[in-house]
């Protein structure tokens, strides 16, 4: 049984402790406040990227219609498949300089709608996927002052619309998955390019809901992938194509989705 004297110490310290304004138990890093940059940039960003250069790249869908942004020197993005708009003058991503806070237009040309991407080991950001036009499109984008998109037309394999990037240690990324895509491909591709079947991701599929959209993919210590969708998980050995382990299910048994 505790003492009295150690009982009355810690009623002393809970007292002390009440008696602080609330303020001063908050760390340092919570004392600043929110400023506004800019009004707006002119669109929508569904999907950001810091850059090796201290610059942000945003990108939105293309297929909503104009952006409040227009493309600079009467430029315009002719799409005759694009479901929206098949002369489209405005832009719809940007890069921001966030040292100097400016922005300028830059020209996707495809439909970057829930595509996916990673940054390469030299600092290039490769998109890949989306909608409509985009779902087969690779698109690069390599830091510097003056430069836009690139983009690569049947870059892909399959179509991949929800499907999810990986780096990996041989400089190459996976893509794996996607909507209506249970099988996974590598960028760049190889001499022959193939999309390789991952019956993990049909058996993760409930029909009708499409609750394994956007795959989790982290790479284990020991080389594996560790891939979560839905409600299970597997560790994958991508080199063999072989399933390592399968983990079991979430304990509630309900879906875990993006």
């Not at 809970?14 to 304004?21: K, N």
């Not at 022959?192 to 991701?201: D, M, R, T």
Request: net charge positive; charged share 20%; with cysteine.
């Amino acid at each position: 049984m505790a003492s009295p004297s150690f009982i009355f110490s810690i009623l002393l310290l809970q007292l002390l402790f009440a008696s602080l304004p609330s303020h001063r138990t908050l760390t340092s890093a919570a004392d600043g406040s929110w400023q506004l940059l800019q009004k707006s940039i002119g669109i929508s960003a569904m999907h950001m990227q810091l850059l090796r250069n201290d610059r942000v790249i945003m990108f939105d869908r293309t297929d909503f219609g104009p952006s409040n942004l227009s493309l600079p020197n009467g430029k315009c993005r002719n799409d005759p498949t694009d479901t929206a708009l098949q002369v489209d003058c405005t832009a719809h991503s940007v890069e921001y300089d966030v040292f100097a806070n400016k922005f300028r237009a830059l020209t996707v040309q495809t439909d970057v709608w829930c595509s996916s991407g990673a940054i390469m080991p030299d600092g290039n950001l490769f998109q890949t996927g989306g909608f409509n036009d985009g779902e087969r499109r690779v698109r690069v984008f390599n830091p510097c002052r003056t430069c836009d998109w690139n983009e690569i037309p049947n870059g892909l394999t399959a179509k991949r619309w929800y499907a999810s990037n990986h780096i990996l240690p041989d400089r190459r990324q996976i893509i794996v998955g996607g909507r209506g895509q249970f099988n996974y491909e590598f960028i760049p591709k190889n001499i022959v390019a193939n999309k390789i079947n991952l019956p993990f991701l049909s058996e993760t599929n409930d029909k009708g809901i499409e609750n394994n959209l956007y795959p989790f993919v982290f790479l284990n210590f020991d080389g594996n992938l560790f891939i979560f969708t839905n409600n299970r998980a597997t560790l994958f050995d991508y080199v063999n194509n072989i399933v390592v382990k399968k983990y079991p299910m979430i304990p509630d048994g309900k879906p875990r989705s993006y």
